[in-house]
């Protein structure tokens, strides 16, 4: 009876190095995944024709004002403030969306102002999550001199207007 016990703790010994030794094995990595030591790479942001990086530095640069500058992406922060920008001008509208609770921005210019692109684009979802929010952007230009108007609504598009939504107000004075 000895010799079977010393046996099995022999055996569960033996059994216990090769597991912990098949659970230190490194993995290989298959075509689509990465090791943990190569380098990541950012995911690319959406591109926006004729606006270029210096556009978007200055817009970056500007966010602390209370007139925004031009060429500036503008964001909820800027909700009901105003901005002066030049005939031929562009600014970038972005702003906070989750379409799949059905609630998406509904968004008016006034004549003087023509949005060039429409663009949403989904924030990373973690594995199994479905519903993440994102980012609404619209590229605006200024095509007529003028006091201008940008409102947006973030409601349900067949629910009736109560009052009670989240809006956006831009004034964009064009010279």
């Known amino acids: 009876m000895k ?3 010393k046996l099995i703790v022999i055996l569960s010994v033996i059994a216990a190095v090769v597991f912990a030794a ?3 094995e490194e993995q290989e990595t298959t075509e689509n995944e990465t090791q943990a030591d190569s380098e990541q790479v950012s995911p690319a942001t959406p591109e926006t024709p004729d606006i270029t990086d210096e556009i978007v530095t200055e817009a970056n640069a500007a ?5 925004i500058e031009p060429g ?3 964001t909820e922060a800027e909700n009901g403030k105003s901005m002066s920008i ?8 972005q702003l906070s969306e989750n379409p799949s609770t059905g609630y998406s921005w509904e968004l008016n210019v006034s004549e003087g102002l023509n949005i060039l ?5 989904q924030e990373e ?3 199994g999550q479905v519903g993440v929010a994102g980012i609404h952007s619209w590229t605006i230009e200024a095509v007529s001199e003028g006091s201008r108007q940008v ?9 009736n207007t109560t009052g009670t939504e989240e809006n956006f107000t831009l004034t964009v004075e064009v010279v």
């Open 125 to 127: 979802a973690p594995e």
């Open 22 to 24: 098949g659970c230190a």
């Open 117 to 121: 692109s429409d663009r949403y684009s």
């Open 3 to 5: 010799i079977m016990l």
């Open 72 to 74: 500036q992406i503008i």
């Open 86 to 93: 030049k005939k031929g001008e562009l600014f970038i509208l």
């Open 151 to 159: 409102n947006g609504i973030y409601k349900r598009p067949w629910e």
């Open 63 to 67: 966010q602390g004002n209370e007139t």
